[in-house]
Protein backbone atom coordinates (compact mmCIF):
# COMPACT_ATOMS: atom_id res chain seq x y z
CA UNK A 1 0.00 0.00 0.00
CA UNK A 2 1.61 3.22 -0.90
CA UNK A 3 -1.01 5.79 -0.76
CA UNK A 4 -2.07 8.22 1.65
CA UNK A 5 -6.06 8.31 1.97
CA UNK A 6 -8.08 11.21 2.99
CA UNK A 7 -12.10 10.63 4.39
CA UNK A 8 -14.30 12.37 3.58
CA UNK A 9 -13.54 13.62 -0.16
CA UNK A 10 -15.71 16.39 0.55
CA UNK A 11 -17.48 18.03 3.25
CA UNK A 12 -19.94 21.12 3.77
CA UNK A 13 -20.21 21.87 7.42
CA UNK A 14 -22.23 25.03 9.41
CA UNK A 15 -20.21 27.21 11.56
CA UNK A 16 -21.45 25.95 14.48
CA UNK A 17 -21.05 22.39 13.64
CA UNK A 18 -18.22 19.99 14.93
CA UNK A 19 -16.36 17.40 12.25
CA UNK A 20 -13.41 15.71 11.78
CA UNK A 21 -10.81 14.99 8.83
CA UNK A 22 -9.24 11.59 8.23
CA UNK A 23 -5.67 10.39 7.20
CA UNK A 24 -4.42 7.41 6.66
CA UNK A 25 -1.44 4.95 5.60
CA UNK A 26 -0.05 2.24 6.01
CA UNK A 27 3.53 3.25 4.58
CA UNK A 28 5.46 2.99 7.73
CA UNK A 29 5.68 6.76 7.67
CA UNK A 30 6.58 8.15 11.29
CA UNK A 31 6.07 11.66 9.96
CA UNK A 32 2.56 12.88 8.71
CA UNK A 33 1.55 16.12 7.92
CA UNK A 34 -1.61 18.72 7.30
CA UNK A 35 -1.78 21.16 4.76
CA UNK A 36 -4.31 23.82 3.31
CA UNK A 37 -4.81 25.20 -0.05
CA UNK A 38 -6.98 27.94 -1.27
CA UNK A 39 -7.82 27.87 -4.86
CA UNK A 40 -5.34 29.06 -7.50
CA UNK A 41 -2.84 28.93 -4.28
CA UNK A 42 0.26 26.80 -3.07
CA UNK A 43 -0.28 24.26 -0.39
CA UNK A 44 0.46 25.65 2.81
CA UNK A 45 2.27 23.97 6.21
CA UNK A 46 -0.22 23.55 9.10
CA UNK A 47 0.80 20.86 11.34
CA UNK A 48 3.51 18.44 11.52
CA UNK A 49 3.81 15.29 13.56
CA UNK A 50 6.88 13.35 13.70
CA UNK A 51 6.85 10.27 15.59
CA UNK A 52 2.75 10.84 16.84
CA UNK A 53 4.08 14.15 18.74
CA UNK A 54 3.03 17.43 17.52
CA UNK A 55 6.34 18.90 16.35
CA UNK A 56 5.17 21.85 14.27
CA UNK A 57 1.98 24.27 14.69
CA UNK A 58 2.21 26.76 11.80
CA UNK A 59 0.19 29.32 14.03
CA UNK A 60 -3.11 27.71 13.11
CA UNK A 61 -6.15 28.78 14.81
CA UNK A 62 -7.49 26.59 17.81
CA UNK A 63 -10.85 25.96 16.00
CA UNK A 64 -8.38 23.49 14.15
CA UNK A 65 -6.97 20.95 16.32
CA UNK A 66 -5.16 17.94 15.79
CA UNK A 67 -4.86 14.88 16.36
CA UNK A 68 -2.58 11.02 15.26
CA UNK A 69 -3.74 8.22 17.71
CA UNK A 70 -1.51 6.18 16.17
CA UNK A 71 1.47 6.03 13.42
CA UNK A 72 -1.12 5.04 10.82
CA UNK A 73 -3.84 7.67 11.76
CA UNK A 74 -3.86 11.55 11.42
CA UNK A 75 -6.89 13.51 12.29
CA UNK A 76 -7.92 17.20 12.02
CA UNK A 77 -10.98 17.88 14.35
CA UNK A 78 -13.03 20.75 12.96
CA UNK A 79 -15.12 23.55 15.50
CA UNK A 80 -16.56 26.75 14.69
CA UNK A 81 -15.05 27.32 11.43
CA UNK A 82 -15.40 30.59 9.41
CA UNK A 83 -16.45 30.77 5.84
CA UNK A 84 -12.99 31.77 5.38
CA UNK A 85 -11.42 28.37 5.94
CA UNK A 86 -13.85 26.76 3.08
CA UNK A 87 -10.07 25.45 1.12
CA UNK A 88 -8.95 21.93 0.18
CA UNK A 89 -7.39 20.07 2.92
CA UNK A 90 -4.38 18.12 2.26
CA UNK A 91 -2.36 15.09 4.21
CA UNK A 92 0.68 13.94 4.00
CA UNK A 93 2.98 11.29 4.86
CA UNK A 94 6.95 10.26 4.68
CA UNK A 95 9.29 7.79 5.78
CA UNK A 96 10.95 11.05 8.14
CA UNK A 97 10.79 14.58 8.30
CA UNK A 98 13.87 14.80 5.95
CA UNK A 99 12.10 12.31 3.25
CA UNK A 100 9.77 12.81 -0.07
CA UNK A 101 6.75 13.45 0.96
CA UNK A 102 3.29 11.47 0.02
CA UNK A 103 0.15 13.39 -0.58
CA UNK A 104 -3.44 12.06 0.07
CA UNK A 105 -6.25 13.55 -2.59
CA UNK A 106 -7.47 15.89 -0.05
CA UNK A 107 -10.73 16.82 1.86
CA UNK A 108 -12.49 19.57 0.07
CA UNK A 109 -14.00 21.69 2.72
CA UNK A 110 -16.89 24.12 2.44
CA UNK A 111 -17.98 26.15 5.27
CA UNK A 112 -21.29 28.01 4.72
CA UNK B 1 14.99 31.41 3.72
CA UNK B 2 16.08 30.06 0.22
CA UNK B 3 13.34 31.32 -2.53
CA UNK B 4 13.03 30.41 -5.88
CA UNK B 5 11.54 31.85 -8.90
CA UNK B 6 9.14 29.97 -11.74
CA UNK B 7 7.19 31.04 -14.73
CA UNK B 8 3.53 31.37 -13.72
CA UNK B 9 2.83 29.61 -16.81
CA UNK B 10 4.13 27.53 -19.55
CA UNK B 11 2.88 25.47 -22.72
CA UNK B 12 4.35 22.80 -24.66
CA UNK B 13 2.87 20.46 -27.39
CA UNK B 14 2.63 16.98 -26.73
CA UNK B 15 5.32 14.82 -27.33
CA UNK B 16 7.50 17.12 -27.19
CA UNK B 17 10.23 17.84 -24.29
CA UNK B 18 9.60 20.53 -21.90
CA UNK B 19 12.05 22.19 -20.19
CA UNK B 20 10.42 24.20 -16.79
CA UNK B 21 12.98 26.61 -15.57
CA UNK B 22 13.98 27.45 -11.68
CA UNK B 23 16.12 30.19 -10.33
CA UNK B 24 17.03 30.08 -6.90
CA UNK B 25 20.55 32.60 -7.05
CA UNK B 26 20.62 32.05 -3.11
CA UNK B 27 20.36 28.85 -2.40
CA UNK B 28 23.24 27.22 -0.30
CA UNK B 29 25.02 24.56 0.10
CA UNK B 30 22.57 22.41 2.13
CA UNK B 31 19.91 22.94 0.11
CA UNK B 32 18.47 19.99 -1.80
CA UNK B 33 16.39 21.25 -5.03
CA UNK B 34 13.05 19.48 -5.10
CA UNK B 35 10.25 19.23 -7.82
CA UNK B 36 6.52 18.21 -6.95
CA UNK B 37 3.64 18.73 -9.66
CA UNK B 38 0.33 18.48 -8.67
CA UNK B 39 -2.48 17.74 -11.14
CA UNK B 40 -5.93 19.32 -10.90
CA UNK B 41 -8.27 17.66 -8.56
CA UNK B 42 -5.20 15.93 -7.22
CA UNK B 43 -2.75 16.32 -4.03
CA UNK B 44 1.15 17.45 -4.80
CA UNK B 45 2.91 14.28 -5.68
CA UNK B 46 6.68 13.87 -5.79
CA UNK B 47 8.80 14.29 -9.26
CA UNK B 48 12.46 14.40 -8.48
CA UNK B 49 14.87 15.90 -6.27
CA UNK B 50 18.94 16.84 -6.33
CA UNK B 51 21.87 18.39 -5.05
CA UNK B 52 24.53 18.56 -7.26
CA UNK B 53 24.71 16.18 -10.51
CA UNK B 54 22.02 15.75 -12.75
CA UNK B 55 19.27 13.47 -12.31
CA UNK B 56 17.44 11.11 -13.98
CA UNK B 57 14.28 9.17 -12.79
CA UNK B 58 11.40 7.29 -15.08
CA UNK B 59 9.37 10.54 -14.46
CA UNK B 60 11.68 13.60 -15.07
CA UNK B 61 15.34 14.74 -15.46
CA UNK B 62 16.90 17.18 -13.30
CA UNK B 63 19.97 19.73 -14.75
CA UNK B 64 21.45 21.54 -12.48
CA UNK B 65 23.34 24.70 -13.26
CA UNK B 66 27.18 23.84 -12.11
CA UNK B 67 26.84 27.34 -9.71
CA UNK B 68 23.63 25.53 -7.91
CA UNK B 69 21.67 29.25 -9.18
CA UNK B 70 19.48 27.69 -11.25
CA UNK B 71 18.03 24.15 -12.24
CA UNK B 72 15.69 22.44 -15.12
CA UNK B 73 12.67 20.19 -14.52
CA UNK B 74 12.63 18.42 -18.29
CA UNK B 75 9.84 16.08 -19.21
CA UNK B 76 11.02 13.98 -21.99
CA UNK B 77 7.78 13.42 -24.17
CA UNK B 78 4.91 15.63 -22.02
CA UNK B 79 1.57 14.18 -22.72
CA UNK B 80 -1.64 15.71 -22.11
CA UNK B 81 -1.78 13.93 -18.44
CA UNK B 82 1.48 15.60 -17.58
CA UNK B 83 -0.59 19.26 -17.47
CA UNK B 84 -0.34 20.13 -13.57
CA UNK B 85 1.42 22.71 -11.76
CA UNK B 86 5.38 21.98 -11.09
CA UNK B 87 6.78 23.71 -7.98
CA UNK B 88 10.38 23.20 -7.54
CA UNK B 89 11.16 23.35 -3.93
CA UNK B 90 14.46 23.93 -1.88
CA UNK B 91 14.94 22.22 1.25
CA UNK B 92 17.68 22.35 3.86
CA UNK B 93 17.57 18.96 5.92
CA UNK B 94 19.57 19.53 7.78
CA UNK B 95 18.24 23.24 9.59
CA UNK B 96 14.76 22.59 11.89
CA UNK B 97 12.15 24.29 9.86
CA UNK B 98 13.38 24.70 6.76
CA UNK B 99 13.17 20.99 6.57
CA UNK B 100 9.45 20.82 5.65
CA UNK B 101 7.88 21.44 2.59
CA UNK B 102 7.10 24.98 1.14
CA UNK B 103 5.77 25.30 -1.92
CA UNK B 104 6.22 28.43 -3.90
CA UNK B 105 3.60 29.63 -6.39
CA UNK B 106 4.73 27.36 -9.22
CA UNK B 107 4.08 27.14 -13.04
CA UNK B 108 1.34 25.93 -14.50
CA UNK B 109 2.13 23.69 -18.11
CA UNK B 110 -0.74 23.46 -19.94
CA UNK B 111 -0.10 21.03 -22.69
CA UNK B 112 -1.20 20.98 -26.17
CA UNK B 113 -2.69 18.04 -28.60
Known amino acids: DTEVTQTPKHLVMGMTNKKSLKCEQH?????MYWYKQKAKKPPELMFV???????INESVPSRFSPECPNSSLLNLHLHALQPEDSALYLC???????????FGSGTRLTVV | DAKTTQPNSMESNEEEPVHLPCNHS???????IHWYRQLPSQGPEYVIH???SNVNNRMASLAIAEDRKSSTLILHRATLRDAAVYYC??????????????FGSGTQLTVLP
Open chain 1, 27 to 31: MGHRA
Open chain 2, 26 to 32: TISGTDY
Open chain 1, 49 to 55: YSYEKLS
Open chain 2, 89 to 102: ILRDVTSGSARQLT
Open chain 1, 92 to 102: ASSPMIVDGYT
Open chain 2, 50 to 52: GLT
